[in-house]
């Protein structure tokens, strides 16, 4: 995205993360970008080995501030900030405002001006068709093929299917493939080299079926994904979100269909509130986990409320 649209003013940019070989991504920067997009960790890297000055940048962007907090990445975040130069100026791009990214801003951040775009609540996309199912746990495998059979029928459609661990998402990558299907996984087992491939021959089409856990929940733009199936439901809400998110994009309609189980009924209210805002059906069978919605807990921090202390910003509804 940085590169099309730099290529026009003459602005080079560059991509570095972990997983791959460092001189290419130096020699990239050396070469003159402007722009550099990159994931925590390796960014400290290359500033500690001189090949990115962090002291001389003049515009900061966190994206997905409250997924980078959420994942243990504040330590590193909280380096860079740091590292930079006082007069830079910062964005920070969340679908949530959690009690660790308004204290990140209100640490950071001059005078902040918080911009809404949309529902202050968490909402899904209206475009999309959600369709929860309630199942038992050991009827998931038997129903996957036949979810398949009704969203991916031509085994030509994109379609993607969220588990919620590693070692489950390669388990349902064999169970496809020895049912016929072109399919492969992404997962944080595998290096970066293969989760590029992997992505790569989803997004031309050559692999239509991607089983993926959530590191695949959000960043990943695709305008031609038709359905997302949860084969497992995600640990917040706010992933359940974005995950449905890869599908009714660039003004397209999507379709989801997520097998829910007792084991996630803490997510049940939650789940209900979701639906209703959207105008979908809420099932019978989702009702009788009851409404009640569990508290958000940080990963790291557990379940708490904001100290009152945060500097206030200025908000703006579009």
Request: proline share 4%.
């Amino acid at each position: 995205m940085c590169r099309d649209a730099g290529r026009e003013a003459g602005v080079k940019s560059v991509c570095i993360f972990g997983g791959v070989p460092k001189p290419p991504q130096k020699a990239a920067i050396r070469d003159g970008a402007r722009v550099v997009v990159a994931t925590p960790g390796r960014l400290l890297d290359l500033h500690q080995e001189g090949a990115v000055p962090l002291g001389k940048c003049s515009f900061l962007v966190l994206d997905e501030a409250d997924r980078m907090l959420d994942m243990g990445f504040e330590k590193d975040v909280r380096a860079i900030i740091g590292l930079t130069s006082a007069k830079r100026r910062t964005v920070m791009f969340t679908a949530t405002w959690p009690d660790s990214v308004r204290t990140l801003a209100s640490e950071f951040l001059s005078s902040p001006i918080r911009v809404n775009v949309g529902s202050q609540d968490l909402a899904a996309n209206k475009r999309i068709t959600q369709v929860v199912e309630v199942v038992e746990q050991e009827e998931k495998e038997r129903k996957l093929p036949q979810l398949l059979q009704r969203y991916h029928a031509s085994r030509a459609n994109r379609v993607l299917v969220f588990a919620l661990y590693k070692k489950e998402a390669a388990r349902i990558e064999t169970f496809l493939k020895g049912k016929g299907y072109n399919a492969i996984a992404i997962q944080g087992d595998m290096s970066q080299a293969a989760r590029i491939a992997a992505l790569d021959s989803f997004k031309d089409g050559s692999v239509p079926l991607l089983v993926a856990t959530d590191v695949a929940a959000r960043g990943l733009d695709i305008p031609d994904v038709e359905a997302v199936i949860n084969y497992t439901f995600p640990l917040t809400i706010e992933d359940y979100v974005h995950r449905i998110g890869r599908t009714g994009r660039a003004g397209k309609t999507g379709q989801s269909h997520t097998l829910f189980t007792s084991f996630d009924k803490a997510h049940a209210g939650a789940l209900q509130n979701i639906l209703r805002e959207a105008g979908q059906p809420v099932p019978d069978a989702l009702l009788r986990f009851g409404s009640a919605v569990k508290k958000k807990e940080h990963k790291m921090y557990g379940a708490f409320s904001g100290s009152g202390s945060e500097k206030q910003a200025t908000r703006i509804v579009f």
